[in-house]
């Protein structure tokens, strides 16, 4: 083993070592600049703010206007784009305050210092891109402004058939009393299920029992999703394209379940199913046959990995520089990978990781190459197989792509992720 680890010393890449770097020493500039809100001293501290501007105090009447905004519709405020609600901390189980997720800051720091949360955003979309580091696309909010229409009131998982959650529950203004039972004082792990990668995130549920989850999936955390998808945490990976949008996958959900319930039940959720058709119809929203979008996704895809919906990263189409294969087959490396997690001791799991490492290895040559997607790949597959052991791998292979894709924020959801992974189902398979 020890042979084949020297190649990864040897060829350690310049973004390895910027990467090591950065997070030890390295002061990051902070992503708002002279236009940061935060006040308190661990955030001046971790991060740069050239020509800060002094953040503006906020009067007693400011703050009165404020409030009576909140009581206005959702539906409403939601065609201005911003709720004006007044920012709430919010906390976890134990009454604990959450992490500030846009700058990564740790459950411990957080709890020690809660003046993160003084100064979030009014508005609800700087506010959930915050919480979330990803912004909702226009869907999103319309879905919502749908739900109060049909509601008659500001109350989460109205539509029968799912709950909305996530994100979601940053519009809701009743929720702060009945929290979810598995959310955690990190908005980032809010609703992640065991096998959810950083490109995906949680907006419904259904069947806990089996942790049936629908979300959105972005290959960027910049560009808006490009599918809504679903996965079945106790039956494993696999993340299956659904449309893309939230209106289209919820007439999905009716069409199926209309089919087994009783005459009256049904009679009630065809009409739902004609309220939401034509509130997108009227607002523009395609409703597209779930076939279509796999079509398009194919299209796009560099690599299927576990998870089967595929990674897209940019590729120069003359010199195909951005991508290339893993030197083994998908079948090869989930037995690697079951061998290590079955190793009996130590020893026997050192000597069935040289093969991984040698992978590993050959990711090293493809970065200094500026084939990023086979790290991304890798990390991934790694991630969707399952297993502890393989988390300190997961964040080299992964951390290092998503800083040469310039896609850090999703690095932030993978710690988080990684620091709390858990099963959420009652009913778990292996891989």
């Not at 990467?19 to 006040?39: A, I, R, T, V």
């Not at 995906?200 to 972005?218: A, C, E, N, P």
């Not at 560009?223 to 079945?232: I, K, L, R, Y």
């Not at 590729?315 to 195909?320: A, G």
């Amino acid at each position: 083993m020890d042979s084949k680890l020297e190649p990864t010393k040897r060829k350690r890449t310049k973004t390895d070592e910027k990467y090591s770097e950065e997070h030890s020493e390295y002061k990051p500039l902070c992503k708002y600049g002279e236009n940061c809100y935060q006040k308190n001293s661990y955030h001046l501290q971790k991060f740069r703010h050239p020509q800060r501007n002094p953040v503006p105090v906020v009067k007693p009447e400011q703050e009165l206007q404020v409030k009576e905004k909140s009581d206005e519709s959702v539906l409403c405020l939601m065609s201005s784009g911003s709720t004006g609600m007044k920012d709430q901390e919010a906390s976890g189980a134990d009454g604990t305050s959450s992490v500030t997720a846009e700058h990564g800051i740790d459950n411990q720091e957080s709890k020690e210092d809660n003046s993160e949360f003084a100064c979030s955003p009014l508005d609800v979309k700087a506010k959930i891109k915050q919480k979330f580091l990803v912004e909702m696309p226009d869907d999103f909010y319309q879905l919502w402004a749908f739900c109060q229409s049909i509601c008659q009131q500001n109350t989460l998982g109205k539509l029968e058939i799912t709950e909305l959650v996530g994100p979601f529950e940053l519009l809701d203004q009743t929720h702060e009393k009945s929290k979810p039972k598995d959310k955690s004082d990190n908005f980032l792990t809010w609703w992640r299920f065991y096998y959810d990668p950083p490109e995906f995130q949680t907006v419904m549920v259904d069947d806990l029992s089996k942790g049936y989850h629908i979300g959105y999936f972005r290959d960027a955390p910049n560009e808006m999703p490009a599918f809504v998808g679903s996965n079945t945490e106790s039956e494993g990976c696999v993340l299956t394209p659904m449309s893309d949008n939230l209106f289209s996958v919820v007439s999905q959900l009716l069409s199926v379940t209309v089919k087994n319930v009783d005459p009256f039940k049904k009679s009630q959720l065809m009409s739902l199913k004609k309220q939401l058709e034509d509130w997108a119809d009227k607002n523009g929203i395609l409703i597209e046959p779930q076939n279509q979008i796999l079509k398009k996704r194919k299209k796009l895809m560099v690599a299927k990995t576990f998870y089967e919906c595929g990674i897209v990263v940019p590729v120069d189409k003359k010199t195909k520089v951005g991508y290339r294969e893993i030197p083994e087959t998908s079948a090869n490396i989930k037995k690697i990978c079951k061998k290590i997690v079955e190793s009996r001791n130590i020893s026997e799991q050192n000597k069935n990781s040289d093969s991984l490492q040698e992978l590993v290895t050959y990711v090293q040559y493809a970065n200094d190459e500026s084939d990023y997607g086979m790290g991304l790949e890798l990390g991934l597959d790694l991630l969707a197989f399952g297993g502890e052991v393989f988390h300190p791998t997961i964040l080299h292979l992964l951390g290092v792509a998503y800083e040469l894709l310039e896609r850090k924020e999703f690095f932030l959801i993978l710690k988080a992720h990684l620091n709390n992974r858990r099963r959420l189902a009652a009913a778990k398979t292996e891989n």
